[in-house]
């Protein structure tokens, strides 16, 4: 299974625009690339926060075939959400997650953040390649593409300019 980490940030490092939840202040060629980009995940995770700004979007989604999961340290507070199978909530460590994912047969699994969520898979090493959108804003604050301390070393496999746009993605294979 291949695991791919995908995230917009502005050039100095940030995937919010200041203390704003959401990715609203991503540029539309980001937004429409990240859309035609979810398609080719059958599975996916996401930390709690970052549940909460997309909750509408993913409810409505419920039953499109692609398993959700979320991270969160109280599941329970979440089970009205909830649909085994299809939308999780779950207290478990990142490598069992992986595990669960693979252990259902699914093949392209994409971790959304946020942060922290990104740290926790870094950390384990689970990640496989992470594509990135460079967009062209300095925000100076916000939350950082990461949080804890790592060293992850990147190989480049892919540079693309957006249509229309002064925004690029660049797509990296996490070396071993
Ligand atoms: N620019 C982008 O591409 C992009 C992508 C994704 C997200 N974002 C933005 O980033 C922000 C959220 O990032 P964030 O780092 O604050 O939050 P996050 O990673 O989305 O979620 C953090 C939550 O994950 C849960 N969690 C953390 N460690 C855990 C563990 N070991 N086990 C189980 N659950 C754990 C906790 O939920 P509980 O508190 O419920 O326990 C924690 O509050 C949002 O504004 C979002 O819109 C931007």
Request: charged residues 25%.
């Amino acid at each position: 299974m291949r695991t791919v980490l995908i995230v917009a940030q502005s050039l100095d490092g940030f995937i919010t625009r200041h203390d704003d939840a959401g990715t609203a202040w991503a540029s539309s060629a980001d937004q429409a690339w990240f859309r035609s980009c979810l398609p080719r995940f059958d599975a996916l995770v996401m930390g709690r926060t970052t549940y909460e700004t997309v909750r509408d979007v993913i409810l409505a989604k419920r039953d499109d075939g692609v398993h959700r999961l979320i991270m969160t340290r109280s599941p329970e507070a979440w089970k009205d959400d909830a649909a085994p199978g299809a939308l999780d909530f779950t207290a478990a460590i990142a490598a069992e997650v992986h595990a669960s994912v693979v252990a259902a047969g699914r093949s392209n699994f994409a971790v959304l953040g946020g942060a922290h969520v990104h740290d926790l898979f870094l950390a384990a090493g689970l990640v496989d390649e992470i594509w990135v959108t460079i967009e062209p804003r300095i925000f100076g604050a916000g939350t950082p593409l990461v949080q804890a301390r790592h060293d992850v070393k990147l190989t480049l496999l892919e540079q693309t300019r957006l249509d229309d746009s002064d925004s690029v993605v660049l797509r990296y294979a996490v070396s071993r």
